[in-house]
């Protein structure tokens, strides 16, 4: 049987939350106002009106294009695309053809371990360009289409990768990438759900072998002629792209082994039946009879953008996540999707460097470094639990957002410096959490242990009559350690734990339990 190969080139569309329009004055407030609220004559086409570029938005995409690696083009202009569609008053749309604003970038993808793709790999992207949105659809059940004219003419920035990606779990991490750079950017929501980010996939079947890809161009190899290329719309999450892609590559191998082939086609992806269904035969460049926009004038895009300024972006954060502070790859990845995470972890582990200055003597460290084992590494581990698991349950079941997070990172710091130092354990760091969650007001960890007593008990005098109720309690066990039943301690380790209610401290617990049981 025929070996095939996946080809899958993506094409992510971006609403720019600009505070006006494209080419108009109009708020850019289509998802928050009441429908054909925040039009012009501009949205509706009327006759003499005049485009006007909104500057912000030019540099914005030119940041998205900077940030992507793209040589930025000293030409750029804009086109008309032409087409008749309900949400296309102009019956055409000004959108950038031959001279985008940026082309030629890239995206390094790193995935973690076990997942059955490649390790790493660089997505090429082919351009970024400039456009402005149609207006919104919405299909009644009574047959009738209603059209708001709000979305007409938001700025829309279409990125477009190479066919590099192999697999539907590349596309996703693919698009989960952009959409974290383009939060970091704080030029779109990017928001899936919302439609702020839409994403159309292109996917062909090609035989092994039989081509290669030159500079982002699929070409074959001898007599063999390539099989065309599917688009498919209407993918508006990351798991129904991994659906719409997944059935597509199975449908065109199924046709394949069947020695069916197949014209270009638009095809739209039935969620509920998670197949795509076809929309129509896909129509050429030549189709849409491009031509330079009259009215507007070209234009070089780093002229009017000035200084472009970068944040520092998702992969370098994750990189010195892992090498400067020590957290794990998964942590890092996990603690940079979102920058306000980011940022907290990166204060968190900031006030932590103070804590571990202030404990050079404590006996864990010195222990750490005898074993060969950095501080830094240990708090890292036990930090980036700490936030992604705990602090991040903890705010998932109370609905608490990141952005309005009372706690600030000096004490949360400090619960974790309380927790490593032994002061308190992990069922009582809980506790304590939930009350600092739970106050709603910004409170200090070690207030709330030393008044609820939620402080690790380490006196012997106090932990030894409490030994000395369970040796009693428990004879039988007792004899079973005596008689070189080694694991039975941690039973009665657990009876004291469970008696202190967790407050005691579990090394002096087993060495008052061994001396008193020899």
Known sequence: ???????????????????SKMFCACANNPDRDAPNTNICETCLAHPGTLPTPNKTAITWATKIAKALGCKINEYSKFDRKHYFYPDLPKAYQISQFDL??????????????????????????????????????????DGNTLVDFNRAGVPLVEIVSDPDIQSSGEAKTYC????????????SDADMEKGHMRCEANISVQEDGKFEIIGGVVKSIGNYLLNHKIEVKNINSFKAMEKAIDFEIKRQSALLDNGETWGPETRGLDDNKGETVLQ?????????????????????PLQIAGDLSLPELPSARRGRF???????????????????????????????QNWLSDLKNNKLIEESIKNEQSPSQQLAKLTGGWITSKLAGAMAERK????????????????????????????NAQKVLNEMLDSGVDMDPTHIMEEKGYGQVVDENKLGSIVDEVIKNYPLQVEQFKSGKEPILQFLKGMVMKATEGSADPAVVEKLLREKLK
Request: hydrophobic share 35%.
């Open 400 to 427: 608490i957002d990141i952005k309005i997070l009372k706690i600030k990172p000096e004490n949360f710091a400090e619960l974790i410096a309380l927790i490593f130092t032994n002061q308190l354990n992990s069922t």
């Open 1 to 19: 049987m025929k070996k095939y190969t996946p080809i899958i080139g993506l094409e992510i569309h971006v609403e720019l939350k600009t505070k």
């Open 322 to 352: 892992h090498h400067e502070y020590g957290f794990s790859y998964a942590d890092a990845q996990i603690l940079t999707v979102d920058k306000y995470w980011a940022e907290f972890a990166e204060n968190v582990f900031s006030e932590l």
């Open 100 to 141: 985008p604003i940026g082309e030629h970038g890239s995206v390094d993808l790193e995935f973690l371990p076990g997942k059955n793709h490649r390790d790493t790999t660089k997505i090429g992207i082919t351009r970024v360009h400039l456009e402005e949105d149609t207006a919104k659809l919405t299909h009644g059940t």
């Open 280 to 300: 129509r035969v896909k129509e050429s460049a030549a189709d849409y009879r491009y031509f330079p926009e009259p009215d507007i004038p070209p234009f070089h």
């Open 176 to 187: 989960q990438e952009l959409q974290t750079i383009l939060r970091y950017l704080d030029v």
